[in-house]
Nanobody, 123 residues
């Protein structure tokens, strides 16, 4: 069974930081690119960040300079460091995996999804 499990969410004040983790079990992480997505109440799920098999990264404009994605294939872990958090970052955050080599943040093209972790930014 293939499994992705997110953790690290919580409630923080604006300007605070969180590090989200995605544990990839039962498959070889280096064969997959990983995306972080988020879904706020009443809104569609959106792509936040992406890391390729070779370590290349991309970010949605709204988080550039604040979020950093990284991966550790040996530990089968992917991370999203979130700094200077804003109330509009409040959402459920998901990690997802796909085998394709071409970059995409289309949710329909990701093969495996975690259960999500809640991030709330509020004063």
């Amino acid at each position: 069974q293939l499994q992705l499990v997110e953790s690290g969410g919580g409630l923080v004040q604006p300007g605070g930081s969180l590090r989200l983790s995605c544990a990839a079990a039962a498959f070889t992480l280096e064969d997959y690119s990983i995306g972080w997505f988020r879904q706020a109440p009443g809104k569609e799920r959106e792509g936040v960040s992406y890391i390729s098999r070779s370590g290349g990264t991309k970010y949605v404009d709204s988080v550039k300079g604040r979020f950093t994605i990284s991966r550790d294939n040996a530990k089968k872990m992917v991370y999203l460091q979130m700094n200077n958090l804003k109330p509009e970052d409040t959402a459920i955050y998901y990690c997802a995996a796909r085998r394709g080599l071409i970059w995409t943040m289309a949710t329909s093209l990701y093969d495996y999804w975690g259960q999500g972790t809640q991030v709330t930014v509020s004063s």
